[in-house]
């Protein structure tokens, strides 16, 4: 079957979101989990290539009782002078079970469109894997019009790495 092509602004290649390829300001996306969960899929090579986003993702969720950490929510951790993750958390727990598979659309929809502020605020292209399909059982043919509608249609550049 073929693929459907990128929509304007939105590339599609096979690499290592964790190293972005564009010059200028980025954001690496990915989604977490509301159960304060970090140890499986994409937070890994995060993990391996910079301990902050880890140790900040934890910190917002032992301190949820007085932040803002929960569905829905975005928190940027610095791990370069122009580069930054976005802990996006758009899961429900991290398990599948009879209640469908974790991930929430609206919560990656609200998630995507604090994302665009930040990203239009630091002049940044958002960079990711295929956000919300790996553990959290998400759709891309789901998450792309989301992240059509939230980022691409403010003209914000958008790279998605598939891995090799």
């Not at 902050?52 to 032992?62: C, T």
């Not at 239009?120 to 792309?144: E, F, Y």
């Amino acid at each position: 079957m073929p693929t459907e092509p990128a929509p304007p602004g939105l590339r599609i290649i096979r690499g290592d979101a964790t190293s972005p390829r564009a010059a200028g300001p980025e954001i690496i996306a990915h989604v977490c989990n509301d159960r304060g969960g970090w140890g499986k899929g994409f937070v890994l090579a995060l993990s391996r290539r910079w301990p902050g986003p880890e140790r900040d993702y934890r910190a917002w969720h032992r301190e949820r009782a007085r932040n803002d950490f929960a569905l829905g929510a975005v928190r940027l951790t610095a791990v370069g002078p122009e580069t930054w993750v976005a802990n996006m958390v758009a899961q429900h727990g991290t398990r599948r079970g009879s209640g469908g598979p974790p991930i929430r659309y609206d919560a990656v929809a609200a998630c995507l469109r604090a994302l665009a502020a930040h990203a239009l605020d630091l002049r940044a292209t958002v960079h990711m894997p295929r956000i919300g399909c790996g553990l959290a059982g998400g759709k891309w043919s789901r998450i792309q019009p989301l992240v059509e509608g939230e980022l691409l249609d403010r003209g914000i550049g958008v790279t998605v790495y598939d891995v090799d």
